[in-house]
């Protein structure tokens, strides 16, 4: 599991947008509370914001060089479809 959260050089901040409470976004939840201590322990100086808005559908935004951005919807997705495009965004 290390190895799929080493992000690469370009990304600059990966940053998960979801509802606190709504049930569309409890799989990005668990995931978070899953995955976000080993993300974090193997990318120390990426900053990996979790942002909570009542209602808000679940996302992820990935910042790279240059401002660009990219981002993928998290709705509906079981905790392996997250790490899944979690990970092809980061690389």
Same mark, same amino acid.
């Given at each position: 599991?290390?190895?799929?959260?080493?992000? $690469?050089?370009?990304?600059?901040? !990966?940053?998960?947008?979801?509802?606190? *409470?709504?049930? /569309?976004?409890? #799989?990005?939840?668990? %995931?978070?509370?899953?995955?976000?201590?080993?993300?974090?322990?193997? $990318?120390?100086?990426?900053?990996? !914001?979790?942002?909570?808005?009542?209602? *808000?559908?679940? /996302?992820?935004? #990935?910042?790279?060089? %240059?401002?660009?951005?990219?981002?993928?919807?998290?709705?509906?997705?079981?905790?392996?479809?997250?790490?899944?495009?979690?990970?092809?965004?980061?690389?």
């Amino acid at each position: 599991m290390a190895s799929k959260y080493a992000f $690469n050089s370009g990304l600059k901040e !990966l940053r998960f947008l979801f509802c606190q *409470t709504g049930e /569309r976004s409890a #799989a990005v939840r668990q %995931f978070l509370t899953k995955s976000y201590p080993v993300m974090k322990k193997h $990318n120390p100086h990426t900053p990996i !914001l979790i942002r909570e808005a009542s209602g *808000t559908e679940p /996302r992820v935004f #990935a910042r790279y060089e %240059f401002g660009k951005e990219k981002q993928e919807a998290l709705s509906g997705l079981t905790d392996k479809e997250i790490e899944e495009k979690v990970s092809a965004l980061a690389k």
